[in-house]
């Protein structure tokens, strides 16, 4: 089976190492998602049973030839001919020796933003240089490999928008860049557009950063997710998934899949339940992993009300088809958490297309007894009273 693959750097948050959102968030929205899990942690005790770890779980948190490590220069962000950024309202091209470079991968494009679960501060393009180790680096899909990585880049410049309240000493701890030049301003006048260059790059690579030719446009409205670097299509016709394209997906009734047993599962599933809530997550993932167990209660208490769950587990399919291993880690994290509920596969249409291009895991939707997504997309790991609040306010809008 052939599956999409995700475009950039939201490649890499899906390996739950980036550093900008919830489950594979920045270091504030990190910190949130620690709360929680520590919340979990000291309330799975006794029958229910304890928090699945990583570890327990099957993951291995070290490199090594099984899969369980990658090459980041290879999920750094695509070179286009125009990039289009309508929660930004920014639109460029970049120089042709820019873009040579990043083909050769002598220069990385990444992307970041502020924590989405807060107020948009800032949300920049970054260039940075590669030395030959840096090409090669591999890190494992867990722990802090890739923001080492990351961190260890030299950065050359950035172009991106910033809450107009920053000053320039705040906006270039953020770029790490020490001259900026600003562009204009939103048409909202909330924001600045600025590209930062840092002087102590090489010259010649400077100057052709300042060479991109950058169009102000009008910024659409923040998204419900918060993520504000999803992008339009592109002038090659490359996929690029948002978050305009995710909500367009609004039934799952005719949906045909099968569960880690081999059970069958459609769409007529949704019929036997008011509200079921879709948690979609990967073996790989610690925070996904981490709030089974509450899930597992919850599907137990409210069943009654009317309300299901079930998973779905996203790298037991990968581009040669079943992933075997990821199969049996997905039937061991069901047991330790004792959860109930299926575990389903993506089937060939990624759930007509609601699967493609999620940027963080663990992402959940709610579904009603007709198949049809309703209510409000959610992403990152919740503790149990969390959970219930949302589930309880997103039942009530369907009955």
């Not at 980041?72 to 120089?95: N, Q, R």
């Not at 840092?198 to 910024?219: F, G, R, Y």
């Not at 609004?250 to 059970?263: E, R």
Request: some cysteine; hydrophobic content about 30%.
């Amino acid at each position: 089976m052939v599956k999409t693959q995700f475009k950039g750097a939201f490649l890499v948050l899906g390996l739950c190492v980036s550093l900008s959102f919830t489950a594979c968030q920045n270091k504030g929205a990190a910190e949130q998602t620690s709360t929680e899990t520590k919340s979990a942690e000291e309330k799975a005790t006794g029958e229910q049973g304890l928090v699945v770890s990583p570890e327990d779980a099957g993951v291995s948190v070290n490199k090594d030839s099984n899969g369980d490590s990658f090459k980041p220069a290879d999920y750094t962000l695509p070179v286009k001919d125009e990039y289009i950024y309508e929660y930004l309202g920014l639109k460029f091209k970049l120089s042709e020796k820019i873009r040579e470079a990043m083909k050769a991968k002598d220069i990385v494009m990444l992307d970041d933003q502020s924590p989405i679960d807060q107020d948009l501060k800032y949300g920049l393009l970054s260039f940075s240089k590669l030395t030959e180790e840096q090409k090669n680096a591999e890190v494992a899909k867990m722990g802090d490999g890739y923001e080492k990585w990351q961190e260890s880049l030299n950065r050359i410049g950035t172009i991106g928008m910033f809450e107009k309240s920053l000053s320039e000493e705040e906006i270039g701890k953020i770029t790490k860049c020490d001259s900026h030049t600003k562009l204009g301003e939103s048409k909202d006048g909330k924001y600045s557009y600025y590209l930062s260059v840092n002087s102590t790059a090489d010259a010649e690579t400077i100057e052709e950063l300042k060479q991109t030719t950058v169009e102000i446009t009008e910024k659409k409205d923040r998204p419900e997710n918060g993520f504000v670097l999803s992008e339009k299509s592109d002038l090659e016709g490359d996929m690029v998934f948002s978050a305009d394209s995710q909500n367009a997906v609004t039934d799952l009734s005719n949906l045909q899949t099968k569960d880690i047993d081999g059970k069958e599962f459609s769409g007529k599933d949704f019929s036997d339940y008011d509200l079921t809530m879709v948690n979609v997550f990967a073996t790989w993932c610690s925070p996904c992993v981490q709030e089974i167990p509450d899930l597992a209660e919850i599907q137990k208490e409210m069943k009654d009300k009317g309300v299901n769950i079930v998973g779905v587990v996203t790298d037991t399919v990968d581009q040669t088809g079943e992933n075997r291993e990821a199969l049996e880690k997905a039937k061991l994290i069901r047991e330790r958490s004792k959860a109930e509920y299926p575990f389903l596969l993506p089937d060939q249409s990624d759930f007509n297309g609601r699967l493609s291009g999620i940027q963080a895991f663990p992402e959940t939707f709610f579904v009603d007894k007709k198949g049809q997504i309703v209510g409000e997309t959610y992403s990152g790991s919740h503790n149990k009273k969390a959970w219930i609040e949302i589930i309880e306010k997103e039942l009530a809008k369907v009955k």
